[in-house]
């Protein structure tokens, strides 16, 4: 396989030391997000690299998550950026959602736990102090005893300030002392609402078919319902999931077939009836019919995942149900990927060689001097097979047809749209 000059290598070698992937702790195994700060930017950030653990040492799991950890560091630098701005109400409430998902997550499980935040004082707090009594006697006024009630409401303004703060850091976001009080402002709100969910959850009573979510914009988004009520298709979030993402037919035809199987396993395609225990029953199942976890994994789980996902984001559900729906992978040895042993190609390629088809017959035999995976190969036209300083070779490129990954087109390819040449001997 010939790969070019010197010059390219070097090229190479640069861009994959710039290019910004999940890093691996050589100890731990756990993943990290580790990228440069902008130079424009380290003043205001107040260091030259950030880091963020990712929380996995799953490399798949830890590819998702860098791009989502990344998407949210590119917004925080972008609103850096902008410099100092307003934000009106609506933004702010919107930031402040954040605060009412992460009450609710901590105290869930015992809820009648939360006692920091008292519910009776939780609408006092930044309301308007109450008059002065101008005509009261100055005994009353000199003598009153401490109204604890009114220290505990300065508590909770002050860890209000601290947690808008914190919000603001979080987004990159530097706010006027208008705009810093009015998130505070909603952050109250915001963990009133969650303190009173609280206390319902402590008599038994059921959750509100409502979450404050993540959206666009500065801050999170806007409060969603489940749907209405009005069924959500599998074909139409497959639809609109490929429409946005563009990914290869080929990943468009398994991923609906995999939404399929699964519509066939419930009995309806309606993914706002899907449940968390309706996908840990298909994996059961998938399991009891022998696939193995990797599969399982990978081809059935990730793609509903995805597309469960997209709807979120798109206002379509309300959560994702098969975020926390997993299985562990264990290959046996016996089950491990490996290659052909010289006999073993030894007799593929001689069987090829009998072979009247053209593709039966040359398919094999070019995959073995080139090295090219089989698809590469079926997708070859006439014009790629090219002759450079008097060698034949192999055009590799995107224009014949999808290529399984971005590392199968040189950088070339990705930059200058020149394609992958690989040398036939």
């Not at 107040?46 to 799953?58: A, F, V």
């Not at 999170?220 to 037919?249: C, H, N, Q, Y």
């Amino acid at each position: 396989m010939g790969f070019g000059p010197p010059e390219w290598y070097t090229r190479v070698v640069h861009m994959a030391l710039a290019m910004s992937r999940p890093w691996k702790h050589p100890k731990t195994g756990v993943y990290w997000l580790r990228k440069r700060v902008p130079d424009a930017l380290q003043a205001l950030v107040g260091k030259r690299e950030e880091k963020r653990s990712l929380r996995t040492q799953d490399p798949l799991e830890a590819k998702q998550r860098h791009l989502q950890a990344l998407a949210e560091l590119e917004a925080q630098w972008a609103n850096l950026r902008a410099g100092a701005r307003k934000l009106t109400e609506r933004e702010a409430h919107d930031l402040a959602a954040i605060a009412h998902d992460r009450w609710l997550e901590i105290h869930r499980d015992n809820p009648s736990e939360q006692t920091f935040w008292p519910t009776n004082l939780g609408d006092k707090v930044f309301a308007p102090p109450p008059p002065i009594d101008w005509n009261a006697p100055i005994s009353t006024t000199l003598y009153t005893e401490i109204d604890w009630d009114a220290v505990k409401i300065k508590e909770l303004e002050t860890w209000c300030f601290g947690q808008a703060d914190s919000l603001a850091r979080a987004r990159g976001l530097m706010l006027d002392e208008d705009s810093r009080a009015k998130l505070a402002k909603a952050v109250a709100a915001a963990v009133q609402r969650a303190s009173l969910t609280l206390e319902r959850y402590a008599r038994g009573e059921p959750a509100p078919d409502l979450i404050w979510g993540s959206g666009s914009g500065v801050g999170s988004g806007t409060r969603r319902t489940v749907s209405g009520g009005k069924p959500v298709k599998f074909d139409e979030l497959i639809a609109g999931w490929a429409a946005e993402k563009r990914p290869a037919e080929k990943t468009i035809y398994e991923w609906k077939r995999v939404l399929s199987q699964l519509a066939s396993y419930l009995g309806h395609d309606d993914a706002a009836r899907l449940q968390a225990e309706d996908l840990i029953a298909w994996k059961a199942k998938m399991i009891e019919s022998g696939l193995r976890s990797k599969t399982i994994r990978d081809a059935k789980l990730a793609p509903v995942r995805a597309v469960l996902q997209w709807a979120v984001d798109n206002d379509r559900l309300s959560t994702n149900v098969a975020t926390r729906v997993v299985i562990g992978v264990k290959s046996k040895p016996s089950e491990s990927i490996r290659s052909f042993r010289e006999d073993e190609a030894a007799v593929v390629l001689k069987a090829a060689r009998s072979e009247r088809k053209a593709a039966l017959r040359w398919v094999p035999w070019l995959c073995a001097y080139s090295g090219a995976r089989v698809a590469e190969i079926c997708q070859l036209r006439a014009e790629d097979v090219i002759q450079i300083d008097g060698i034949w070779c192999l055009r590799i490129t995107p224009e014949a047809g999808p290529l399984k990954t971005s590392s199968s087109v040189a950088p070339q390819t990705r930059s200058r749209r020149s394609p992958t040449v690989g040398r036939l001997a």
